[in-house]
């Protein structure tokens, strides 16, 4: 601007890369998911029962499917290459 003129203004919001903004939208999703399935559950694998919260049960089946997924992903490249 020109000298004696108002400051120049910047978005500070602006200069938050995307992924942050993608990143605490997923948090708040998490924090609003564990808030509503604080219940607990009961869950039965061949003879043992637990009982959980509804959401320590969907988050350890979700990080059990990445931990599969992430397993089984390099012997797909592999065999694609191959």
């Known amino acids: 601007m020109a000298a004696?003129?108002?400051?120049?203004r910047r978005n500070?919001?602006?200069q938050i890369p995307v992924r942050v903004w993608v990143a605490l939208a997923i948090l708040i999703c998490v924090v609003v998911f564990v808030a509503q399935n604080?219940?607990?559950?009961?869950?039965?694998?061949l003879m043992v029962s637990v009982a959980a919260p509804l959401w320590?049960?969907?988050?350890?089946a979700v990080?059990?499917?990445?931990?599969?997924?992430?397993?089984?992903?390099?012997?797909?490249?592999?065999?694609?290459?191959g």
């Open 63 to 81: 990080v059990a499917g990445l931990l599969l997924g992430l397993l089984l992903t390099p012997s797909i490249r592999r065999r694609r290459r």
């Open 56 to 60: 320590a049960v969907l988050t350890g």
């Open 12 to 14: 500070v919001l602006g």
């Open 4 to 8: 004696g003129g108002p400051p120049e």
């Open 38 to 45: 604080r219940r607990s559950t009961e869950i039965h694998l």
